[in-house]
């Protein structure tokens, strides 16, 4: 069997993860390089894609041809940097590759924090999740001072640290809409609230939206995450039909109403 030329990336629209390879070849001016297929995580996974990854049901995962499977965005997102070598998106100077990296191992609590805050069904526990988030916001601006105070990035463009990070920022609209998240007015955080608000606007980053974001993860704020519905729902918010931009914005009070199917604009017309 001949090797496939283009990739093939299974995965999810908007997935953060995804969105990882596809801010990358993006920078790369390469969006042609890939093949992304959709998958609807709201049905079970099918036979034909769980033979090829063995069984696991995470995503992004990409195919290679002559049954050649790469799993994890940043393992993927590394294969792309290397195969893909004109115009380098991480650092090549050892030095500040190593920087590099060094942030980029700072996201794995990063993420994890933003998502048990939305997910949390518990009134009681919210300034305590918020006072974790801004501590993370913390290191993260402590660690931009030191080596990159003028900023906006961490070097002189948007590159590898900002690539991995800022699908997570984008997805953490959900904590402004549901959770009321602000930055603090004390004056700190200004750099990180620097850094995250240059990412979000940069061209690279803008495959998806604040509103697609908001409706699609309600699910997550009602507690129920990767497809799973809530009781007594019987459609997901991640669900293609109706088409996300054909519903209403769901209700920001998550601790005091769990809205309905219909409220959410998820049953056919």
Same mark, same amino acid.
């Given at each position: !069997?001949?090797q $496939?030329?283009?990739?093939? *990336?299974?995965h999810?629209p908007?997935?953060?993860? #995804?969105?990882?390879? %596809? ?9 042609d390089?890939v093949?992304?297929?959709?998958v609807?995580i709201?049905?079970? $996974?099918s036979?034909?894609?769980l ?9 992004? &995962?990409?195919e290679?041809?002559?049954?050649r499977i790469l799993?994890?965005?940043? *393992?993927?997102l ?10 380098? *998106? ?12 060094m942030? &980029?191992?700072? %996201?794995?609590?990063f993420a ?9 069904q518990?009134p009681? $526990?919210r300034? @305590?999740?918020?006072s974790?988030?801004?501590?993370l916001y ?7 001072q030191?080596? =990159? ?12 640290? %900002?690539? *991995?990070f ?7 609209w959900f ?6 998240? #602000? ?8 750099r ?6 240059a990412?979000?606007?940069?061209? =690279? ?5 604040? @509103?697609q974001?908001?409706?699609?993860y309600?699910?997550?704020? !009602?507690? #129920?995450g990767?497809? =799973? ?8 918010s991640? #669900?293609? %039909? ?5 519903r209403?914005?769901p209700?920001?009070?998550?601790y005091?109403?769990h ?10 017309a």
């Amino acid at each position: !069997m001949p090797q $496939r030329d283009q990739p093939i *990336v299974h995965h999810i629209p908007v997935c953060p993860f #995804s969105q990882r390879l %596809e801010i990358l070849l993006e920078l790369k001016g390469r969006r042609d390089a890939v093949e992304f297929r959709v998958v609807d995580i709201t049905k079970p $996974r099918s036979e034909d894609l769980l033979k090829k990854t063995r069984g696991t049901t995470a995503l992004p &995962v990409m195919e290679l041809g002559d049954e050649r499977i790469l799993k994890e965005s940043l *393992v993927i997102l590394q294969y792309l940097e290397d195969v893909l070598p004109d115009r380098p *998106v991480a650092q090549r100077d050892p030095y500040r590759r190593a920087v590099e990296n060094m942030l &980029v191992a700072m %996201e794995g609590a990063f993420a994890t924090q933003g998502y048990v805050w939305v997910m949390n069904q518990d009134p009681q $526990r919210r300034d @305590e999740l918020r006072s974790g988030m801004l501590k993370l916001y913390g290191r993260i601006d402590d660690f931009l001072q030191q080596h =990159a105070p003028s900023g906006p990035f961490l070097f002189e463009q948007f590159g590898w640290a %900002e690539t *991995v990070f800022t699908p997570f920022f984008l997805r953490f609209w959900f904590l402004d809409y549901y959770e009321d998240f #602000s930055w603090p007015d004390d004056g700190s955080c200004q750099r990180v609230r620097q850094w995250v608000e240059a990412c979000l606007a940069h061209p =690279a980053a803008q495959q998806v939206t604040k @509103e697609q974001i908001v409706k699609l993860y309600y699910d997550y704020a !009602m507690g #129920s995450g990767n497809g =799973a519905l809530p009781a007594d729902r019987r459609v997901s918010s991640f #669900s293609f %039909e109706p088409d996300w931009r054909e519903r209403p914005w769901p209700p920001r009070n998550k601790y005091e109403h769990h809205a309905t199917d219909a409220e959410l604009g998820l049953l056919p017309a």
